[in-house]
């Protein structure tokens, strides 16, 4: 894995603060004033129906969408760098919230990224997860109308803006880079090393393991201690990716988004898919889905890095 770390990637301020609910960032006050859910009357499907401010959940630059390798354009980019992603992170808050779904807090983490389709830096904000019942479904995103067991995203804020809820009202204020985890080893001919992809799925999955050992059962904030390295939860080659301008996938749904889709999956094993399946909601329900169905791609146009005959 190929990262960069700038010299001043210490003094990084973070400006960024995160209210945590339901297993996910709650993304401005408006949403933590409106009832919302996946399912039900107050499904995703009811989302364009609320009549809030701010509120954009029935607009024309909707996430997820589906990822297309045909319609998709390659576009030559600069490489993505990844500030502070392989040092180590200590005494970061860990959270389950009313017995919910996990999420880790990183606002203090003064990890940033900047390049790719990005002009200037994106802090680092949070992380999260996105599941469903079975190995058929749990991504948001789907490629070429497959939907992989689970998705992780991880949320940043532009430099530019002080807080979330400045930069959800600017068409670049946030960046999410989106992973997609697949059951056992994932297929690719290009891996030069064949250990690869297990030293990847042993590194994922002892972090978000000791995530789960921390948190479960506990239904307030929680210190976690133990070493912590984003960059044990990027794929291989990271440059190789899909890039477009969407929304917030939960209320409001702001349409601030610049997406990094990772062309590579993270392999993880049955029994970590379990662990998410264990999970309970504030109401001591297990949360078998958290995920939005694709939306619209409308004019948006989808812009890759990945030369297929490279990535397979």
């Known amino acids: ?36 859910a996946y399912e039900g009357r107050n499904g995703f499907e009811n989302w364009p129906n609320i009549k809030a401010k701010g509120f954009q959940c029935g607009g024309r ?51 940033y990224i900047s390049g790719g389709p990005l002009t200037g830096r994106y802090n680092v904000f949070g ?17 070429d109308g497959r939907r992989y067991p689970i998705e992780l995203h991880i949320v940043h804020v532009k430099d530019d803006y002080a807080t979330f809820e400045e930069a959800r009202n600017h068409p670049d204020g946030i960046c999410v880079l989106a992973v997609m985890f697949v059951i056992g080893k994932p297929f690719s001919s ?5 250990r690869a ?25 929680q210190i976690w201690k133990s070493g912590f390295r984003l960059s044990g939860l990027l794929p291989l080659y990271p440059q190789q990716f899909y890039t477009y301008r969407g929304s917030l996938t939960t209320p409001p749904c702001s349409e601030a988004v610049i997406w990094i889709l990772f062309h590579h999956k993270i392999p993880i094993s049955r029994q970590l898919l379990r662990r998410f399946h264990e999970l309970e909601d504030s109401d001591g329900h297990h949360t078998f889905r958290n995920w939005r169905s694709t939306q619209p791609i409308n004019q948006r146009t989808v812009y890759r890095t990945v030369r297929f005959w490279e990535a397979y």
């Open 61 to 111: 630059r909707q996430s997820p969408i589906d990822i297309s390798r045909t319609n998709s354009k390659y576009r030559l980019l600069p490489k993505l760098r990844f500030c502070g992603f392989d040092v180590e992170l200590e005494n970061i808050t860990a959270s389950i919230v009313h017995g919910s779904a996990s999420i880790t807090d990183l606002q203090n983490s003064k990890r």
């Open 127 to 143: 992380l999260h997860f996105h599941w469903g019942r079975r190995l058929s479904s749990g991504s948001e995103h789907t490629f």
């Open 197 to 221: 992809p297990t030293r990847l799925q042993n590194e994922a999955e002892k972090h978000i393991m000791e995530y789960f050992t921390t948190v479960s059962g506990l239904q307030k904030l």
């Open 190 to 194: 290009t891996e030069r090393d064949l």
């Open 1 to 36: 894995m190929h990262l960069e770390w700038p010299k001043d990637a210490t003094q990084l301020p973070i400006k960024t603060a995160t209210y945590i609910k339901s297993g996910l960032i709650d993304y401005s006050a408006q949403a933590r004033t409106v009832k919302w």
